[in-house]
């Protein structure tokens, strides 16, 4: 039967074939509808986190609050189907959403070798999606069938597995339908595979259901949409972007990286704890009350804890004067455009200058003095 939740703190774990939250083996399962609360479903070998088990049916999931989370067993996806099932619509609206594939699944879709699959649509939330082994990070998996796909609003973090896309098809799979429109930020990186092919950042897997090369890591489908941001990060690292249609520079990183140099001067490095210095004015001017303006200098990349901070108090501005790589930066950081990446550790000049340059008038560098320091690359 269906299945709802609309608070509390709900987990579910699968044995062999079965879905954390969801049906068995062999089984259909009703409508799965999420609107709040701590939710986690992890599936057994085969069967998806939240979704369907193995060879079965899966109804309608529709999340639209909470913090959800679903990790598919080997062959399942994290939100969505099981091992040669079908899965029905995914419809994510709102909350914090994470999918993680098993081996050969999607982190949202489909699991492997499904027989049939329904619309993904986001248009809400945070959302992510990290593929396992050849699945796609939101898509399908292995072998999967055409999926469509559309974006229109939302943050979204999408990870191919080995051979699979960012979002679109995992290895060996039909070529997708994707549309993105509206104003979603989306963060894209294909998987890489020396074996079966790159998976592109958005488009197909590696290889095409005819077993041919299809995946490119710039992605198939760059001239779909005109509005939005998209950012591709090939091999962990943006190279480039395209927001309203128009390619721009990007350089941040999903996964983990290494602190990066911060400095107060050419010559004078900070300690890598300075941030506590930054964290206390800014705490300082929420306890002041209203708009507050910190002006900070030196600090050539913010923490993920000041991001975090800035994002939970929007009447907080921060306005960030620092040099780095021959160029001088004044960038102003308005706490209610903040949009935090759960995968950033440290947030670069590369990434800030992008992000703000538009909420500061007397912005240095120009953008075109940017743009000629770190031109997009051409493929």
């Given amino acids: 039967g269906d299945i709802t939740i609309s608070g509390g703190e709900v987990s579910g774990t699968g044995g062999e074939n079965a879905a954390g939250i969801g049906s068995g083996y062999f089984?259909?399962?009703g409508d799965i509808t999420i609107r709040a609360g701590e939710v986690s479903g992890?599936?057994?070998?085969?069967?998806?986190g939240i979704g369907g088990g193995s060879d079965s049916e899966s109804g309608d999931i529709t999340i639209s609050g909470g913090e959800v989370s679903g990790t598919g067993g080997a062959s399942g996806a994290g939100i969505g189907s099981g091992s040669y099932g079908t899965s029905g619509d995914i419809t994510i609206s709102g909350g914090e959403v994470s999918g993680t594939?098993?081996?050969?699944g999607a982190g949202i879709g489909s699991g492997y070798y499904n027989s049939g699959s329904g619309n993904i649509t986001i248009n809400g939330g945070e959302v992510s999606g990290t593929g396992g082994e050849k699945g796609a990070g939101i898509g399908s998996g292995?072998?999967?069938?055409?999926?469509?796909?559309t974006i229109s609003s939302g943050t979204v973090f999408a990870s191919g597995g080995a051979a699979g896309a960012g979002i679109g098809g995992g290895d060996l799979a039909g070529a997708p339908n994707i549309v993105i429109s509206g104003d979603p930020q989306i963060h894209v990186s294909g998987g890489p595979s020396s074996t079966y092919g790159d998976g592109a950042g958005i488009g197909e897997g590696g290889?095409?259901?005819n077993g041919t090369p299809a995946g490119s890591e710039g992605g198939d489908f760059a001239g779909l949409w005109t509005t939005g941001s998209v950012y591709y990060y090939p091999n962990g690292?943006?190279?480039?972007?395209?927001?309203?249609?128009?390619?721009?520079?990007?350089?941040?990183?999903?996964?983990?990286?290494?602190p990066p140099v911060i400095s107060s001067t050419e010559s004078t490095p900070l300690p890598v704890d300075c941030m506590q210095e930054v964290m206390d004015d800014i705490n300082t001017a929420i306890a002041l009350g209203g708009e507050q303006t910190v002006t900070i200098k030196g600090?050539?990349?913010?923490?993920?804890?000041?991001?975090?901070?800035l994002a939970e108090h929007p009447q907080i501005t921060v306005v960030t004067e620092f040099s780095f790589d021959g160029l001088d930066y004044k960038i102003t950081i308005p706490g209610s455009a903040v949009k935090l990446n759960p995968l950033i550790k440290w947030y670069g000049p590369k990434y800030l200058f992008p992000m703000f340059y538009m909420y500061g008038t007397d912005t240095t560098?120009?953008?075109?003095?940017?743009?000629?320091?770190y031109p997009v690359p051409v493929s």
């Fill in 27 to 29: 089984a259909e399962s």
């Fill in 42 to 48: 992890t599936g057994g070998e085969r069967g998806a």
């Fill in 101 to 104: 594939g098993g081996a050969s």
């Fill in 142 to 149: 292995s072998y999967g069938t055409s999926v469509v796909i």
């Fill in 207 to 209: 290889r095409n259901a």
């Fill in 237 to 258: 690292t943006a190279v480039s972007a395209i927001t309203n249609g128009t390619a721009q520079s990007a350089s941040t990183t999903i996964g983990t990286i290494d």
């Fill in 299 to 309: 600090y050539s990349a913010l923490s993920s804890d000041v991001m975090e901070l």
């Fill in 365 to 373: 560098p120009s953008l075109q003095a940017y743009a000629e320091k």
